[in-house]
C-alpha cells in the first residue's frame, strides 16, 4: 500500500512476485525473515522498516486473510482492488486493476 502510494505499485508487486521465499518457520520468525528481505528491496523507498512499526499493516494483512479464507479464496496470489479479483499473477492484469 505504501508503494502504491509512491506510484510504484506496479513496481512492488512485479518485485515481491520474483522474491525467493523466505525460509520456513513460525509465524515470529516468517515475518523477520520477510522483513529483512523487503528492507533489502525497498529501503530506498520506504525506510527502514521494523516489525512494530509495520504491526497496525501486518494486523490489516492477517484481517484480509480471514476474510479470503471466508470467502473461498485459497492460495496466492489474489489480488483484490475495488471488488474486482485477479486471481494469479499477471503484469498487464496488474496494471489493469492499480490504474485510478
Known sequence: MRMQ???KGESALTTVFTLDVPPSA???KSRQNA???MNEKFKGELG???LR???????QLQRN?????EIGYQ????VIVDGRVLHGYSGPAIRILLKP
Do not use: C, F, S, Y
Open 53 to 59: 512499526g509495520l504491526k497496525p499493516e501486518l494486523d
Open 48 to 50: 527502514e522498516m521494523d
Open 65 to 69: 486473510t480471514n476474510l479470503a479464507k
Open 35 to 37: 522483513l529483512v528481505i
Open 75 to 78: 492460495g496466492t496470489p489474489h
Open 5 to 7: 502510494a509512491l506510484g
Open 26 to 28: 513460525g509465524i515470529e
